[in-house]
């Protein structure tokens, strides 16, 4: 059998050039990814208010449509406030007494939810309006 001997001088390793050019192209992934990121943020808070201006419609419809008395709601502000704080409760029928409640909504989004309702003092109902009134 032959005998091989390894230079013993030479290490295993990356050399600085390859280290720098992989820095490199990790800083420009992370200079193309963080402003999306910010994005997805913004957008999921949208989506969220999105969704709880649906509930607070649906909510406010539901208990108007149980029979709740809306004499008291003269604004979409205060059909919010009567959704949140479970204040809509119908006075007769098969549900008199039980209350109808979207349960709190966070304050930051309170604004951008009551940009999506518009209160209907006509048909005294709660619309969900798919485009903001703040865009």
């Given amino acids: 059998m032959k005998n091989i001997k390894l230079n013993p001088s030479r290490k295993a390793g990356f ?3 390859e280290m720098l050019v992989v820095i490199a192209i990790i800083g420009i992934i992370a200079a193309i990814a963080i402003p999306n990121i910010g994005n997805l943020n ?3 808070r949208d989506a969220s208010a999105r969704r709880n ?3 607070v419609a649906s909510v406010v419809n539901a ?3 149980a029979g709740a008395d809306t004499s008291s709601i ?3 502000e205060t059909a919010v406030a009567a959704a949140e704080g479970g204040s809509l409760m ?6 008199k007494n039980k209350v109808f409640t979207s349960g709190a909504i966070n ?3 309170r604004a951008t939810v009551l940009s999506y309702l518009t209160w209907d003092n006509t048909n005294q109902q709660l ?3 798919t485009t903001s009134s703040a865009q």
């Fill in 15 to 17: 050399s600085l050039v």
């Fill in 42 to 44: 913004a957008s999921a």
């Fill in 53 to 55: 201006a649906q509930t």
């Fill in 63 to 65: 208990a108007i449509a």
């Fill in 74 to 76: 003269s604004s979409t």
């Fill in 90 to 95: 119908p006075t007769k029928g098969a549900f």
């Fill in 107 to 109: 304050a930051e989004d």
């Fill in 127 to 129: 619309n969900y309006t």
